[in-house]
């Protein structure tokens, strides 16, 4: 996993515990690369996992839902980052639509040993899209996180419907809704 996952991971954790927290899962978990991490470094995925896992032990909070929360703030980091790849996609459909295709082309060829997700997608009308996620990291609730905040960058909220299939893949069906549900 590249190290801006990692990275990312501990500033959020850092802004909303503090600098303690993110020192406090590096002791707990030992991570093999002994917490140092640089954004175009690559780490095992099982390091952040156990960090994940540390801080809901820690804070009482769901895995699901720290999964969730920092998918969404790395899509709003990713547009910080990166808004040209917001940019050229007019809607929520037709960024999820250019992840494959432009998004991750653009992370192979800056980072051929990427490890990175696939992304299927066909519309299955105007308003609904189905995204068929693989990965054999299985991060699909930081997916969730990231297409509910991505489609907020669009102005757009969206109700994320998902399904596991026989083949190990993850299905989001991806609705787009006149307002967000209540919480």
Known sequence: MK???????LGLVEEAF??????????ATSPPSGGAYTAVGTYDHA?????????SARSGIAVPDLLATFGRHLAGRFHELYPVFFERASDIFSFL???????????RKLYPDAALPQFEDRMLDDDVM??????????????V?????CAEIFGEWVAVERSARPDG???FVVRRVAEPASA
Do not use: C, K, Q, W
Not at 18 to 27: E, F, T, Y
Not at 145 to 149: C, K
């Open 130 to 143: 189905e995204l068929v996620y693989r990965s054999p990291r299985r991060m699909d609730d930081l997916a």
């Open 169 to 171: 893949a993850v299905a």
């Open 97 to 107: 639509s250019s992840i494959d295709d432009v998004i991750h082309a653009e992370v």
């Open 3 to 9: 190290g801006v996952v990692f990275t990312e991971f």
């Open 47 to 55: 390091e952040i996992v156990a960090m994940v896992v540390a801080l």
């Open 145 to 149: 996180g990231l297409i509910e905040r």
């Open 18 to 27: 503090s600098a303690d927290m993110v020192d406090d899962l590096i002791d």
